[in-house]
C-alpha cells in the first residue's frame, strides 16, 4: 500500500511488522497472548510497562508469579523495537 491510502510511512510499517515478529517469538517462547502479564512486561521493557515482581533478585533473577494479564504486548514490544533502533 501506499502512504496516500494507509497514511503510514514506509518505516513505521516496518517497526510494526518487527514488533509483531517479536510477539510471535514471545508467543512461542513463553505462550504469551495479546496481554501478557505487569511483570513480564516491566522485565522485558526495563521499567517502562507493567510492575515491577515482587521477587525481584539483587542479580536480576526473580521468582515469576502469575497475575492476570493486562498489559498490551504489541505496544511493549513496538516499545523495544524502536528503542533499540534496529529497523532503518
Request: hydrophobic share 40%; charged share 20%; net charge positive.
Amino acid at each position: 500500500m501506499s502512504r496516500v491510502s494507509t497514511g503510514l510511512s514506509k518505516k513505521i510499517n516496518r517497526q510494526k511488522t518487527a514488533a509483531l515478529n517479536l510477539c510471535w517469538t514471545w508467543r512461542s517462547q513463553f505462550g504469551v497472548g495479546v496481554h501478557c502479564s505487569p511483570e513480564f512486561a516491566w522485565v522485558v521493557s526495563d521499567g517502562k510497562f507493567g510492575s515491577k515482581p515482587a521477587e525481584w533478585g539483587m542479580g536480576g533473577g526473580f521468582r515469576y508469579t502469575e497475575s492476570p494479564a493486562t498489559v498490551d504486548t504489541f505496544a511493549v514490544a513496538l516499545y523495544i523495537i524502536k528503542k533499540e533502533g534496529s529497523v532503518a
